[in-house]
């Protein structure tokens, strides 16, 4: 019982936090405001897995907490790369190939991680550009991922 009500809670906080993700998506508000917001998403994800540690072991709940805040960091470039691919569906027969095609020509990455690295880097073209914007992803990216253990701390402290 305690191993189906921990994957309930497990499986109800990736649930809203996808689900946030997906409303942050249509309000269109600024990358930077989209950034600190995530910070809540990973403290609901981190609280899910602390709250299920005990049934899973710490070691699996860490290793679970680490693959959803990097899936969760990446839904928007995820989702953002399909849709890109159904915006050129409308006007070309092969969109795939010709949004990689577009993506490797600007940022030598295709698919969802090329989408990804062309949102941070845009069309910046020095490296010290380049290097400025990797560093603020590094930074949110690190701030998520101190939210997101902070949640599975205090979950795994209130059992």
């Keep these: 019982m305690k ?10 906080g990736l649930g809203i ?17 989209i ?9 609901v994800i981190g609280f899910a897995c602390g709250y299920q540690c005990r ?9 679970m907490v680490l693959a959803m805040s990097i899936f969760l960091y990446l839904f928007n470039s995820i989702v953002g790369y399909y849709e890109f691919v159904d915006a050129l569906s409308l006007q070309y027969n092969n969109p795939e190939q ?3 095609a577009f993506l490797e020509s600007k940022v030598g990455s ?13 069309e910046a073209t020095n490296w ?6 990797w ?5 949110f990216f690190g701030l998520s991922l101190f939210w997101a253990v902070l949640g599975w701390a205090l979950a795994k402290d209130m059992q």
């Design 55 to 63: 049934c899973f072991g710490e070691t699996n709940t860490v290793i």
């Design 35 to 43: 950034a600190w917001i995530n910070t809540v998403i990973f403290v």
């Design 3 to 12: 191993f189906l009500q921990s994957l309930f809670v497990f499986g109800l």
């Design 17 to 33: 936090a996808i689900l946030l993700k997906m409303v942050l998506r249509e309000f269109e508000l600024a990358k930077d405001i």
């Design 128 to 133: 010290l550009g380049k290097l400025i914007l």
């Design 110 to 122: 295709s698919g969802v991680w090329g989408f990804y690295v062309y949102g941070v880097i845009g």
């Design 98 to 100: 010709i949004a990689d």
């Design 135 to 139: 560093a603020i992803q590094l930074w």
